[in-house]
Antibody
Framework: EVQLLESGGGLVQPGGSLRLSCAASGFTFNSYAMSWVRQAPGKGLEWVSLISASDFRTDYADSVKGRFTISRDNSKNTLYLQMNSLRAEDTAVYYC??????????????WGQGTLVTVSS | SYVLTQPPSVSVAPGKTARITCGGSNIGVKSVHWYQQRPGQAPVLVIYDDSDRPSGIPERFSGSNSGNTATLTISRVEAGDEADFYCQVWDSTSDHRIFGGGTKLIV
């Protein structure tokens, strides 16, 4: 059974930084691309970033490009999201999600339970 | 960038059929995926590649895609189906994954 467990969320001031982690189990982590998807309170889903399985190619939504960095440690089966220069509009539940392939995945087939990031002074 | 348009809500009586649409420019040439999100829970993939169901998803859930509209159909709707539903595509032009705004299914 695929399990994705996010951690690292919390309250941070505008302009601050936060690092999210996602511990994965139940599948061969180094064979699948991984994504972060967020959901602002009462709003819809927004894809944030993707990292491929082995060549670590990355892609970002325009709203976070230059501020967020996705990475992974295949030896630890862990996905990360480094978030810098945080803004109020980054407030959301951040979900870790497993892609359906190793590279340019068309969709995600498993989701974690999410971790809440609140950006406020 | 590519935009997906969903109705904010769809109401259906128990036992009837619900149809949730997802509009996009020439969406019929793209692969459309659907997610169900029950209140307070993480999303779950219910349809991928227009009409395929992941294991464990009831046959009551089906999908179609043609022209400018993709449709998620839920037959014999149950109270437990009440949730938000999101369509999603991969826009190869921008290399971005795009979600629709979501539709609340009210049973």
């Amino acid at each position: 059974e695929v399990q994705l467990l996010e951690s690292g969320g919390g309250l941070v001031q505008p302009g601050g930084s936060l690092r999210l982690s996602c511990a994965a189990s139940g599948f061969t982590f180094n064979s699948y691309a991984m994504s972060w998807v967020r959901q602002a309170p009462g709003k819809g889903l927004e894809w944030v970033s993707l990292i491929s399985a082995s060549d670590f190619r990355t892609d970002y939504a325009d709203s976070v490009k230059g501020r967020f960095t996705i990475s992974r440690d295949n030896s630890k089966n862990t996905l990360y999201l480094q978030m810098n220069s945080l803004r109020a509009e980054d407030t959301a539940v951040y979900y870790c999600a497993k892609g359906d392939c190793g590279g340019d995945c068309r969709f995600v087939d498993s989701w974690g339970q999410g971790t809440l990031v609140t950006v406020s002074s | 960038s590519y935009v997906l348009t969903q109705p904010p809500s769809v109401s259906v009586a128990p036992g009837k059929t619900a149809r949730i649409t997802c509009g996009g420019s020439n969406i019929g040439v793209k692969s459309v995926h659907w997610y169900q999100q029950r209140p307070g829970q993480a999303p779950v993939l219910v349809i991928y590649d227009d009409s395929d169901r992941p294991s464990g998803i009831p046959e009551r859930f089906s999908g179609s895609n043609s022209g400018n509209t993709a449709t998620l159909t839920i037959s014999r709707v149950e109270a437990g189906d009440e949730a938000d539903f999101y369509c999603q595509v991969w826009d190869s032009t921008s290399d971005h994954r795009i979600f629709g705004g979501g539709t609340k299914l009210i049973v």
